[in-house]
């Protein structure tokens, strides 16, 4: 049975791992929010690395199970993926460009119909829902007026934010982590102490 006190110290140090983790992501955020031109260029070349890694895992995959019923559409899709990696690796610009446009369309669309929703409902969250359709829809027509500049800055502003705030989630869990397993070790050392006065005076009254 592995020791309480080394399986403490040992979570102890994954939780601080986490924590580090974090805090290197937090950076990366904070430094892709002033370099945002950059934060976009490197958010589509691990995009297009991520397409083209998947379509050899699942082209091998595919081939590895040869025979089967859906060894075609997994080599159709991952040939997809190989190719849509290629372009977005040799063309990350163009790419993010056609992203950013898409990223556009889809706050128009979100924001349109969270309007009409919530002056048609008229639902208990009308007011927030109203904000939110207002809010989508002024910041389509922000990313799409200044298309195609803003491809240089949107997806890295927005990957940066990920970045930001999952880094300051890891914080969180890491020293929230450590924190409840230095309570757990001091109350069980707490309850050791005390455990064995009892035990001494068990001995004395037995004796």
């Known amino acids: ?6 399986e403490g110290r040992r979570l102890s140090r994954s939780f601080g791992w986490l924590a580090l983790l974090g805090t290197l992501l937090v950076v990366a955020g904070l430094v892709g929010l002033v370099y945002t031109g950059v934060a976009t260029l490197t958010s589509m070349l691990l995009f297009g ?40 690796i040799r063309h ?35 007011g927030w829902t109203l904000l939110q359709g207002a809010f989508g829809l002024l910041l389509g027509l922000l990313v799409l007026f200044d298309w195609p500049h803003s ?8 990957f940066s934010l990920a970045l930001l705030f999952d880094g300051l989630g890891l914080i969180a869990m ?17 309850g050791e102490l005390t455990d064995q006065p009892r035990g001494n005076e068990q001995k004395r009254s037995e004796g």
């Open 1 to 6: 049975m592995a020791d309480p006190a080394t």
């Open 49 to 88: 690395w991520l397409l083209l890694l998947g379509g050899i895992v699942g082209l091998l995959h595919a081939i590895d199970s040869r025979g089967s019923d859906y060894f075609w559409l997994g080599v159709v899709v991952a040939a997809l993926n190989i190719a849509a990696g290629v372009v977005v």
């Open 92 to 126: 990350p610009h163009g790419t993010a460009e056609a992203l950013t446009m898409f990223a556009a369309l889809l706050f128009l669309t979100g924001g349109v119909f969270r309007l009409v929703g919530s002056v048609v409902v008229r639902g208990p969250q009308f």
């Open 151 to 158: 491809s240089l800055y949107v997806l890295g502003l927005f």
């Open 174 to 190: 890491g020293v929230g982590g450590r924190r409840i397993v230095s309570m757990v070790s001091e109350q069980r050392v707490t």
